[in-house]
């Protein structure tokens, strides 16, 4: 069981050591990308060309791989499949099976919508191997992000594996007691009660303490807090943002001026 | 936070940001999210045929307000998108507005007795159909990675357009999901202690009120109804053209 929800890999490479809102810059102004290109074949021109080459710059090819393969490859499949026989677009039938069929036009469509798809989450995949969430939310909160916003991702990150975890001592706790969760449907339903119901009372009697807690630090202070982490903004930073939004305005611009 | 904001509306108390967040809310909103991940798990468990993923945003909406609620809908599904299905993460402005119209209802009295509750959650199935109809047509073209994508596929096949067949499979999924989801949450916080309650800030929104109104009920029996009568009138419009 991990202690906290989080693909971060330790490492030393240039991408790492690159400001957290430059990252996040970069992953948002590659989806935008993604979505607002005119021409068709950005997606996996910018999946082989910029995300792949980036895996390896930041060097966590391995796990990013690992990760294409196991969870984004399969859900992308998924999507391909479900769209490329269930469009009803097109009338260049390619292959068929009972009622359903593939025409060239549901094809070129699911391809695109399925790289869509592989591009944001891969370089969302890619953003959260090589940034740390504490360093990106003592980032922001610096510039000017409410604490609070930053506490909440930070402790959800937290109890989520904590919770699962919970969940899985219940169902099991229950089942040990003769609890069914897999005979009828009514039974099964009857069974939401006990499994829901300690989980959720349980960790809502934490809130009154932990609000009581953090309060006592300062929680809802206005001033100015001090960091024990300085986080480096460069100005190749700070070019590399700026880079990449006249890059989105282009696109943007490209996809207006086109169609 | 935003004063504007505020000052637009014209129920000030009822409605307004500031009123939302206190460090209750702050430290409930992580939880609530993990109630979400954790419970929709459970059910996926169960293979009941309903979500149940938003049970801890709409327990935020109810005690702490819309814009908290609001606010829960969107990190759960985007932390969600990130960190488990990456198949969640187009569809935030949905549990957004999930958080928003439980919230309003909520403030409007409209979560104080089951059946107010039902018609709380009749109203969130329609904003949350709504709001995913151009989602699904816009980003998958109609057909997401869902299992009830089926029946759009279906309706597909019987030569309607997108939006109809997208927006139909909605209207048909949604209700059970989100009447069972606020059902759940309302039996979550008639057990919770009203000591408890008073904390957060809005604890007025589920206060029981004395003596169930008989005509009240009635007229919103009547009310859904109604509502149902005319959603399959317009369903069998739509299925029929």
């Known amino acids: 069981m991990h202690e906290r929800l989080s693909f971060f890999v330790k490492r030393d490479s240039i991408l790492h050591r690159l400001n957290p809102l430059t990252k996040l810059t970069l992953v948002l102004g590659l989806i935008l990308v993604t979505f607002l290109s005119p021409w068709y074949w950005t997606p996996e021109i910018l999946f082989l060309l910029v995300v792949i080459p980036l895996s390896f710059l930041g060097k966590v090819s391995r796990e990013f791989f690992r990760a294409f393969w196991r969870i984004i490859l399969p859900a992308a499949a998924f999507l391909f499949l479900m769209q490329a026989f269930f469009q009803p677009v097109g009338t260049q039938v390619i292959f068929q099976i009972w009622f359903l069929d593939i025409t060239k036009e549901s094809l070129l469509f699911a391809l695109r919508n399925a790289m869509r798809i592989i591009v944001m989450v891969s370089s969302f995949t890619l953003f959260l191997l090589t940034t740390h969430p504490s360093e990106l939310m003592s980032d922001l909160t610096r510039r000017g992000l409410p604490g609070q916003f930053a506490y909440v991702i930070i402790s959800t990150l937290q109890i989520i594996p904590q919770m699962q975890a919970k969940a899985q001592t219940i169902i099991a706790a229950q089942r040990s007691r003769g609890l069914d969760t897999q005979s009828s449907y009514l039974r099964r339903v009857g069974s939401l009660f006990p499994l829901v119901g300690p989980l959720v009372f349980g960790s809502l009697v934490e809130v009154e303490e932990r609000a009581i807690a953090i309060e006592a630090r300062g929680f809802t202070s206005t001033h100015v807090k001090t960091s024990l982490r300085e986080i480096p903004d460069s100005n190749a930073d700070r070019v590399i943002r700026w880079v990449i939004i006249f890059l989105v305005v282009i696109t943007l611009a490209l996809r207006i001026w086109l169609s | ?241």
Do not use: H
């Not at chain 2, 909103?29 to 991940?37: K, L």
């Not at chain 2, 869902?146 to 939006?163: H, R």
């Open chain 2, 1 to 241: 936070m935003s004063e504007t904001t505020m000052q637009g509306q014209k129920k000030q108390s009822r409605l307004s940001l500031r009123r939302d967040f206190n460090t209750m809310t702050w430290v409930l909103i992580p939880v609530a999210i993990a109630i979400n991940i954790a419970v929709g798990q459970i059910v996926l468990l169960l293979k009941l045929p309903v979500y149940l993923d938003s049970i801890g945003t709409i327990l935020v909406a109810v005690l702490c307000g819309p814009w908290a609620g609001a606010l829960t809908g969107a990190l759960s599904n985007t932390i969600w998108g990130v960190a488990i299905d990456p198949n969640a993460l187009p569809w935030w402005p949905v549990a957004f507005f999930i958080g928003l119209v439980a919230g309003i209802c909520a403030a409007y009295g409209l979560f104080k007795t089951w059946w107010k509750v039902i018609i709380t959650g009749f109203l969130v199935a329609l904003t949350a159909a709504t709001v995913s109809t151009p989602i699904a047509v816009y980003i998958y073209g109609g057909i997401t990675a869902s299992g009830s994508s089926f029946i759009t596929a279906y309706l597909l096949q019987t030569g309607q357009g997108v939006v109809q067949a997208v927006f139909s499979t909605n209207f048909l999924v949604e209700p059970v999901d989100k009447i069972t989801t606020c059902l759940v949450a309302f039996a979550i916080i008639q057990g919770l202690s009203r000591r408890f309650i008073a904390r957060f800030p809005r604890p007025e929104n589920v206060e029981v009120e004395a003596g169930t109104n008989r005509t009240q009920m009635w007229i919103a029996i009547g009310v859904v109804v109604l509502l149902v009568l005319f959603a399959a009138f317009m369903l069998g419009k739509i299925l029929g053209g």
